[in-house]
């Protein structure tokens, strides 16, 4: 009776949500009120996340049982929000009540869709991983149509959306489906760490890729790391202290900007049941966690992007040359649309070092000068901690084949 009674009062009182390109000089201001509900916030900043558009300052709060948020976004150029059309969906989006799945799976799971079948894997981080899987899939008749790849603290979890290669659906024979399982299970052991990928087949909805990823590698702990001074310098600074008299717990995070900082780090504050951190070790767990958090996404190695005609096996073979040449995967994101495909890399050497150029001219004569870019930052400079080459010319191969316990109730930024 108490969950219905609280339905209906959001239901009497549906979120309200204003957008104005007057109030700031420099961003557009979106303000969400209504009566507050576990995840909302998590909802709004999605909605943000996807729309590629960045929070530049944020005002929320929930006390008393309604909230009111407050966000400064610009576009990826740093300009503000003016087509209608993106502010109509903002408008619609943020004024319904869609609540997200919450689900903890295991950590290798297949769900069969209509459109293509979901493979989610987690497990112990090594060079080369990412081109076995690539290879495995492609042997098995698999077309990678989308994924996303995350590495941290020797942790790796990846979600992949794959169709069969010959009719181009969704992979729902279960036979075939035990066999990807089997043998991409057998790659993930394919090292000394005891954390054993368990096998299970999921029917669960369909969740936010990055959102399952935080959630995968959480699972997987990789919040616990050895205390080494290599980590101290980059790691963000996060301190939790007791508000008693507002019965709350404060939480202060310094970190270096990003694009989806927020949507990473908006996990803890205050206990759904209303009560704040209320131990020294649950205060650790809270700081160790929202810095793992940080960190997942964090753009470590150089960035290199891939932009060419999709075909079969294209992610095995790219995957393949970046191993052969030494490079190791730290992130990966996938995707293929109308026939073209762009993938998009971040690399270190094996050891975890930035790149040398060299390698770097070797992968782009065999990929193709103009197929795969040197993003961003390329001097390569910057010493970037990992835990812990030979190269095969194709010429221009591919130019001519076609902790969800904790509620967030105010932060700053």
Same mark, same amino acid.
């Not at 131990?279 to 966690?289: D, F, L, M, N, W």
């Not at 065999?366 to 390569?380: P, R």
């Not at 076609?402 to 700053?412: D, E, G, M, R």
């Given at each position: 009776?108490?969950?219905?009674?609280? %339905?209906?009062?959001? *239901?009497?009182?549906? #979120?309200? +949500?204003?957008?104005?390109?007057?109030?700031?000089?420099?961003?557009?201001?979106?303000?969400?009120?209504?009566?507050?509900?576990? $995840?909302?916030?998590?909802? +709004?900043?999605?909605?943000?996340?996807?729309?590629?558009? /960045?929070?530049?300052? =944020?005002?929320?709060?929930?006390?008393?049982?309604? /909230?009111? !948020?407050?966000?400064?976004?610009?576009?990826?150029?740093?300009?503000?929000?003016?087509?209608?059309?993106?502010?109509?969906?903002?408008?619609?989006?943020?004024?319904?009540?869609?609540?997200?799945?919450?689900?903890?799976?295991?950590?290798? $799971?297949?769900? @069969?869709? %209509?459109?293509?079948?979901?493979?989610?894997?987690?497990?112990?981080?090594?060079?080369?991983?990412?081109?076995?899987?690539?290879?495995?899939?492609?042997?098995?008749?698999?077309?990678?149509?989308?994924?996303?790849?995350?590495?941290?603290?020797?942790?790796?979890?990846? +979600?992949?959306?794959?169709?069969?290669?010959?009719?181009?659906?969704?992979?729902?024979?279960?036979?075939?489906?035990?066999?990807?399982?089997?043998?991409?299970?057998?790659?993930?052991? $394919?090292?000394?760490?005891?954390?054993?990928? *368990?096998?299970?087949?999921?029917?669960?909805?369909?969740?936010?890729?990055?959102?399952?990823?935080?959630?995968?590698?959480?699972?997987?702990?990789?919040?616990?790391? #050895?205390?080494? #001074?290599?980590?101290?310098?980059?790691?963000?600074?996060?301190?939790?202290?007791?508000?008693?008299?507002?019965?709350?717990?404060?939480?202060?995070?310094?970190?270096?900007? &990003? @694009?989806?900082?927020?949507?990473?780090?908006?996990?803890?504050?205050?206990?759904?049941?209303?009560? #704040?951190?209320?131990?020294? =070790?649950? &205060?650790?767990?809270?700081?160790?966690?929202?810095?793992?958090?940080?960190? &997942? &996404?964090?753009?470590?190695?150089?960035?290199?992007?891939?932009?060419? !005609?999709?075909?079969?096996?294209? /992610?095995?073979?790219?995957?393949?040359?970046?191993?052969?040449?030494?490079?190791?995967?730290?992130?990966?994101?996938?995707?293929?649309?109308?026939?073209?495909?762009?993938?998009?890399?971040?690399?270190?050497?094996?050891? $975890?070092?930035?790149?040398?150029?060299?390698?770097?001219?070797?992968? %782009?004569?065999?990929?193709?000068?103009?197929?795969?870019? +040197?993003?961003?930052?390329?001097?390569?400079?910057?010493? /970037?901690?990992?835990?812990?080459?030979?190269?095969?010319?194709?010429?221009?191969?591919?130019?001519?084949?076609?902790?969800?316990?904790?509620?967030?109730?105010?932060?700053?930024?």
């Amino acid at each position: 009776m108490e969950d219905e009674f609280a %339905k209906l009062i959001r *239901r009497m009182n549906p #979120p309200r +949500v204003m957008i104005d390109n007057d109030a700031c000089e420099r961003a557009t201001v979106i303000q969400v009120d209504g009566v507050n509900r576990h $995840g909302h916030l998590l909802e +709004v900043v999605q909605v943000l996340k996807d729309l590629n558009l /960045l929070i530049t300052k =944020a005002y929320v709060s929930s006390d008393g049982g309604y /909230l009111m !948020d407050v966000f400064y976004v610009t576009d990826t150029d740093g300009k503000k929000i003016r087509d209608k059309g993106t502010v109509n969906y903002l408008q619609s989006t943020l004024e319904t009540n869609a609540s997200f799945l919450n689900s903890m799976r295991s950590s290798v $799971g297949v769900i @069969p869709s %209509k459109q293509h079948t979901s493979i989610e894997l987690t497990g112990a981080d090594r060079p080369g991983l990412l081109s076995e899987v690539s290879a495995v899939l492609t042997d098995l008749g698999c077309n990678v149509v989308n994924a996303v790849i995350w590495a941290h603290n020797a942790r790796a979890a990846a +979600v992949l959306h794959v169709t069969d290669q010959s009719s181009g659906c969704a992979i729902e024979d279960p036979e075939r489906l035990s066999k990807i399982k089997e043998l991409l299970c057998n790659v993930l052991r $394919g090292s000394t760490d005891f954390r054993t990928p *368990r096998m299970s087949i999921s029917s669960n909805g369909v969740m936010y890729r990055e959102r399952r990823l935080h959630q995968m590698l959480f699972a997987d702990r990789d919040f616990e790391r #050895p205390e080494s #001074p290599k980590y101290e310098s980059s790691r963000p600074h996060v301190t939790v202290m007791d508000c008693s008299d507002r019965d709350y717990t404060a939480v202060t995070i310094r970190s270096r900007d &990003r @694009p989806k900082l927020m949507f990473d780090i908006e996990y803890y504050i205050k206990h759904v049941d209303g009560f #704040p951190v209320s131990s020294e =070790a649950e &205060r650790q767990r809270v700081i160790v966690c929202l810095e793992a958090a940080i960190e &997942r &996404r964090a753009s470590e190695g150089l960035e290199l992007e891939v932009c060419t !005609d999709d075909r079969f096996g294209l /992610l095995s073979d790219i995957t393949r040359i970046l191993r052969e040449n030494g490079l190791n995967i730290r992130r990966a994101e996938i995707w293929t649309k109308g026939g073209k495909a762009k993938d998009v890399f971040f690399v270190t050497d094996v050891s $975890g070092n930035p790149v040398d150029p060299k390698i770097i001219d070797l992968v %782009k004569d065999q990929i193709g000068q103009t197929i795969l870019q +040197v993003k961003g930052n390329s001097d390569m400079s910057r010493k /970037l901690p990992q835990e812990t080459a030979r190269s095969f010319f194709f010429g221009n191969f591919f130019r001519g084949r076609s902790f969800q316990n904790f509620k967030l109730i105010k932060s700053c930024s």
